[in-house]
């Protein structure tokens, strides 16, 4: 009970936030992360699927909102006709940068500034180990 509570108050709360300061949902976010995070700011939307363990459908509809506000783009595949990228654009890449500090100011207040350094180190640990099988 206490896993479930704490996920979706937590989860609230940094979606809160974001939406509040950003303009962004928290999937959003984490769409703008991660590609940030890839070499030219570009991910096939399988793989970007896949990694944000979401449906292709899901994101598509992501894609689609996060492009209508300029932040992303989607560019064919050179080498693959099925195959699309997500791109990060300029203007992506700078509400990533102003959200940034917010959301991890979100994140420490809602979890890790309320968990001793011990408990930080278990719960990774777990929830890493967790992770782990169910992703085989």
């Known amino acids: 009970m206490g ?11 940094i979606d809160q936030q ?3 300061e950003a303009g962004l949902s928290h ?4 769409i703008l992360v991660r590609l940030s995070a890839a070499p030219g700011g570009a991910l096939r939307m399988t793989e970007l699927a896949d990694s944000l ?6 994101l598509t509809y992501q894609i689609t909102q996060l492009e209508k506000s300029g932040l992303t783009e989607r560019r064919s595949c050179p080498t693959d006709v099925r195959g699309v990228f997500a791109v990060l654009t300029e203007v ?14 979100a994140v420490r207040e809602a979890l890790i500034d309320v968990l001793t350094p011990e ?6 640990e777990g929830l890493g180990e967790v992770a782990r099988r169910l992703r085989e």
């Open 27 to 30: 999937i959003q976010y984490e």
């Open 18 to 20: 974001l939406k509040e």
């Open 53 to 58: 363990l979401n449906s292709k459908s899901g």
């Open 119 to 124: 408990q930080l180190t278990v719960l990774g």
């Open 92 to 105: 992506g890449r700078k509400r990533l940068e102003e959200a940034a500090p917010g959301h991890v100011g």
């Open 3 to 13: 896993f479930l509570a704490a996920g979706a108050l937590v989860e609230r709360r």
